[in-house]
């Protein structure tokens, strides 16, 4: 028998009330494709909207295997001895292609999954980047609601993902491993271009001397990435062992002079507005497409559009204008 949906009423009060299965359940109404489901989601969210902003939302990438899951146990640890309470969400899009998740794995974090101070929400498996990342943005605001002051929105450091959660962080944190400091580990210089924080994790044991040299090198990297002039945080380069937990209190410490820093210039709400903004036109966006794609009368023209493309009678461009152009003045 399937579950009886909650009102988003009684979801709402009980979300408010710090239940955690509320919480849970409300993140499974959001990630669902069903209508019924979405439309339940929807409204909670709206309810909710005046309980979220709350937390700080924490960003972390690196490539699988630096030592992620290891350094959210040791973080949420210290977090939690803070007073503090840590959800964890990750963004995967990587599920799909490999068939098995990086990130979902059901034995990562076992020591935070039963801190009672904290949530921990493998991303849904399968589906498009933007999709997980959609819905990953309402799932934090749920989060907020239900009296997370801290939120980690985890990332594997393949693909787009970390823009995307660059996007709906307010700080965003890249984890490297040590050594390899002179091929910068095959970054893309983008994506250490919008970190606010670089912890080179594994600095223990023999490996510690490499970290520290490996942290300067990416210290000296970033000078030469210099921000523009109206810049009020100067992104540094820590060491961390998410083994020996070394370091990890100094990386919180770090963390919390940004939001300090970023709040006292006024940039702090400015990124979370701009933010919200280029959210909404995501969803406008995406949510065109949806209209088009349920278009029936669209769905009659493309075979015939997409024959005519593939046989390159005409442009794709040209056939795209016309399609939509005959969607819009369809009355919708
Ligand atoms: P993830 O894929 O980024 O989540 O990485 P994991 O946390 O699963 O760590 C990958 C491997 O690196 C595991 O074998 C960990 O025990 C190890 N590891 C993680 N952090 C550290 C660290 O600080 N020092 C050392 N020496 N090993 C670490």
Redesign the pocket.
């Known amino acids: 028998m399937p579950r009886p949906i909650p009102t988003a009423e009684e979801l709402a009060d009980r979300l408010a009330a710090g239940e955690r299965r509320a919480l849970a359940r409300a993140i499974t109404l959001v990630e669902s494709a069903r209508a019924d489901h979405r439309a339940v989601a929807e409204d909670l969210l709206a309810r909710l909207m005046p309980k979220t902003g709350a937390s700080l939302r924490i960003g972390l990438s ?12 040791a973080f949420g640890r210290t977090v939690t001895e803070r007073d503090r309470k840590l959800a964890v969400l990750a963004v995967d899009p990587s599920s799909k292609r490999s068939g098995g998740s ?2 979902g794995d059901k034995t ?1 974090m076992e020591e935070l999954a039963r801190n009672p101070a904290a949530f921990i929400r493998p991303s849904p498996a399968g589906g498009t980047l933007g999709g997980v990342a959609r819905r990953t943005r309402e799932s934090l605001l749920l989060c907020e609601a239900a009296g997370f002051d801290v939120i980690l929105v985890e990332t ?1 450091g393949v693909g787009q993902s970390e823009t995307a959660v660059a996007e709906m962080t307010d700080l965003f944190v890249l ?1 490297l491993l040590p050594g390899g400091g002179d091929e910068l580990q095959g970054l893309k210089k983008g994506v250490v271009e919008i970190a606010d924080l670089l912890l080179v ?5 023999a ?1 510690e001397r490499e970290a520290r040299r490996a942290a300067a090198e990416y210290h000296g990297a970033l000078n030469l990435l210099s921000g523009g002039p109206d810049r009020v945080w100067a992104p540094p380069v820590q060491t ?5 937990g070394a370091g990890i209190e100094e990386a919180w410490e770090t963390m919390r002079r940004f939001e300090e820093t970023m709040r006292e210039a006024g940039r702090f709400e400015d990124r979370r507005a701009e933010q919200a903004k280029s959210w909404l036109h995501d969803e406008l966006a995406a949510g065109l497409i949806e209209a088009l794609k349920r278009d029936p009368a669209t769905a009659d023209r493309l075979p015939a559009v997409e024959a005519e493309v593939m046989a390159r009678k005409s442009p794709p461009t040209v056939a795209a204008k016309r399609l939509i152009e005959a969607f819009l003045a369809g009355g919708r």
Request: charge should be positive.
């Open positions: 690196g490539v699988p295997g630096v030592g992620k899951s290891t350094f959210i146990e990086i990130l990562r594997v984890m994790n594994k600095a223990d044991g490996l961390c062992s998410a083994v020996t």
